[in-house]
């Protein structure tokens, strides 16, 4: 069935470091969204991409979409306690039965 | 002044028993959806309604039974209750087609079954 991967399932990274999420469908998406979760809360809305090899940046994070349109990133610059959660990818496939699939998740944690 | 409402945030409950969820948005958004998370974090949907009816149904016991009355609400009814049913329920909303813009999430109803 279709699936929406990401790696790593958790990152830990020191105060200041970079990071970075990778999402990697196995179908085709016409557009894939971006979502964090704080531990304890709920899924919250980041960003949408819909164009192949774009690339959209929010202060310290930038966001891209494979030009095969299979694939994602978030990177994270000079992580902060306040990035700590588990961020999300989301796609929206241009078959199938699924209209909008979620990602595994990267839970990153940030030691100060 | 809340987008995406749920109620109880918390609902701990014995094997066996009936319980429902609540959800409501005043986003005038035109779908809802019902979304379980487990303890890895995973986020599944389960149902999925469109302006009341309903357009999504995953392979979810049914011992679930969503019902949208309007637009603006989707509840979620689960009959006897098993102890795999313990995870979190979100309620979300989207507005479809040119409009749609990510999903707007509900804080969650963290079921428990003990």
């Known amino acids: 069935g279709q699936q929406v991967m990401q790696i790593p399932q958790y990152q830990h990274v020191q105060e200041g470091e970079d990071f970075t999420t990778y999402c990697n469908s196995s179908?085709?998406?016409?557009?894939i969204q971006w979502y964090k979760q704080r531990p304890g809360g709920h899924p919250v809305f980041l960003i949408q991409?819909?164009?192949?090899?774009e690339v959209k940046k929010q202060k310290r994070l930038t966001f891209q979409f494979g030009e095969a349109k299979k694939n994602s990133s978030l990177h994270i610059t000079a992580t902060q306690t306040t990035d700590v959660g588990t961020y999300f990818c989301a796609g929206t496939t241009t078959s199938g039965t699924y209209k909008y699939i979620f990602g595994t998740g990267t839970r990153l944690k940030v030691l100060a | 002044d809340t987008a995406v409402s749920q109620t109880p945030k918390y609902l701990v409950t014995q094997m066996g028993n009936d319980k429902s969820i609540k959800c409501e948005q005043n986003l005038g958004h035109d779908t809802m959806y019902w979304y379980k998370q487990d303890s890895k974090k995973f986020l599944k949907i389960m149902f999925s309604?469109?302006?009341?009816?309903?357009?999504i149904n995953e392979t979810v016991p049914n011992r679930f039974s969503p019902k949208s009355p309007d637009k603006a609400h989707l509840n979620l009814h689960i009959n006897s209750l098993e102890l795999g049913d313990s995870a979190v329920y979100f309620c979300?909303?989207?507005?479809?087609?040119?409009?749609?813009?990510?999903?707007?999430f509900g804080s969650g109803t963290r079921l428990t079954v003990v």
């Open positions: 179908t085709t998406l016409s557009n």
């Open positions: 991409l819909v164009k192949s090899g």
């Open positions: 309604y469109n302006n009341k009816e309903l357009i």
């Open positions: 979300a909303s989207s507005q479809e087609g040119p409009r749609f813009y990510g999903y707007t």
